[in-house]
């Protein structure tokens, strides 16, 4: 689904990924770890465009990243980050209605779709709430139904339990892992929480010194 090859990122005169490889199969439930500085969410945002690689390649689906749309990738990428990233003034619905806005797409599907997943999530009696009445988790489970609704085929979530209590941060790795399976989708998760990683099934994959190597299975 996705092959980084040979890629330098440097911001100014630091190289933050030296030469790296990685990859990602279809279907894939990957977890992306690494010291705080690493290079994580460079990485996820090379995978998403956010900026450019310096040197080397990444392709999606065969094709040079560079080559897709952008708006392309956005439909077939979603994301989650650790902040949640919701707007204050928008209720719920409105919050997870703009993403199925931003590529086009007719209200009534959108209604449909968001009220499923909400539905999954466990929030449907909080579609009309606004963010700031919702708890850390609450807040995370309609990031992640925002990130779905467009049905992406790859997932991509920076540090999504990075500011909740440990009881939360793993409901969420849990409902991540359960929507990997039902939604069928190719997952990404950077978490630094040795203790989630091992709770799960998952490919594990290290930043260290400008690298990215794959873990061994045990
Ligand atoms: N826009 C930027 N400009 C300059 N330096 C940056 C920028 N973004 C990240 N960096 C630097 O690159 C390194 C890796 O950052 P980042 O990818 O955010 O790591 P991680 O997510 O693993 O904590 C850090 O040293 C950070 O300071
Ligand atoms: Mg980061």
Same mark, same amino acid.
């Given at each position: 689904?996705?092959?980084?090859? #040979?890629?330098?990122?440097?911001? $100014? %005169?630091?190289?933050?990924?030296?030469?790296?490889?990685?990859? @990602?199969?279809? $279907?894939?439930?990957? !977890?992306?770890?690494?010291?705080?500085?690493?290079?994580?969410?460079?990485?996820?945002?090379?995978?998403?465009?956010?900026?450019? &690689?310096?040197? $080397?390649?990444?392709?999606?689906? +065969?094709?040079?990243?560079? =080559?897709?749309? *952008?708006?392309?990738?956005?439909?077939?990428?979603?994301?989650?980050? +650790?902040?949640?990233?919701?707007?204050?003034?928008?209720?719920?619905?409105?919050?997870?209605?703009?993403?199925?806005?931003?590529?086009?797409?007719?209200?009534?599907?959108?209604?449909?779709? /968001? !009220?499923?997943?909400?539905?999954?999530?466990?929030?449907?009696?909080? *579609?009309? /709430?606004?963010?700031?009445?919702?708890?850390?988790?609450? #807040? =995370?489970? /309609? /990031?992640?139904?925002? &990130?779905?609704?467009?049905?992406?085929?790859? @997932?991509?979530?920076?540090?999504?339990? %990075?500011?909740?209590?440990?009881?939360?941060?793993?409901?969420?790795?849990?409902?991540? *892992?359960?929507?990997?399976?039902?939604?069928? !989708?190719?997952?990404?998760?950077?978490?630094?929480?040795?203790?989630?990683?091992?709770? +799960?099934?998952?490919?594990?994959?290290?930043?260290?010194?400008?690298?990215?190597?794959?873990?061994?299975?045990?």
């Amino acid at each position: 689904m996705i092959q980084v090859s #040979q890629v330098t990122k440097r911001y $100014g %005169g630091e190289t933050v990924l030296h030469n790296v490889d990685f990859h @990602l199969e279809t $279907g894939d439930f990957a !977890m992306l770890q690494g010291r705080s500085g690493s290079g994580k969410s460079s990485l996820l945002k090379l995978l998403y465009r956010e900026i450019d &690689a310096d040197e $080397g390649t990444i392709r999606f689906r +065969q094709i040079p990243i560079g =080559q897709t749309l *952008k708006h392309v990738l956005r439909r077939e990428i979603g994301i989650v980050f +650790q902040s949640f990233q919701l707007i204050e003034q928008k209720t719920v619905f409105e919050n997870i209605a703009l993403a199925g806005k931003a590529v086009g797409r007719p209200m009534a599907e959108i209604e449909t779709e /968001a !009220m499923r997943l909400l539905d999954r999530v466990g929030l449907r009696n909080k *579609k009309d /709430a606004f963010p700031g009445t919702l708890s850390g988790g609450q #807040q =995370q489970r /309609a /990031a992640i139904v925002r &990130a779905l609704l467009n049905k992406p085929s790859l @997932l991509l979530a920076d540090e999504p339990t %990075g500011n909740l209590d440990k009881e939360t941060a793993a409901d969420i790795l849990q409902l991540l *892992k359960e929507l990997h399976e039902e939604e069928e !989708m190719t997952m990404l998760i950077v978490t630094h929480d040795d203790l989630l990683l091992t709770q +799960q099934q998952a490919k594990i994959w290290t930043v260290e010194d400008g690298k990215v190597h794959e873990q061994a299975i045990t």
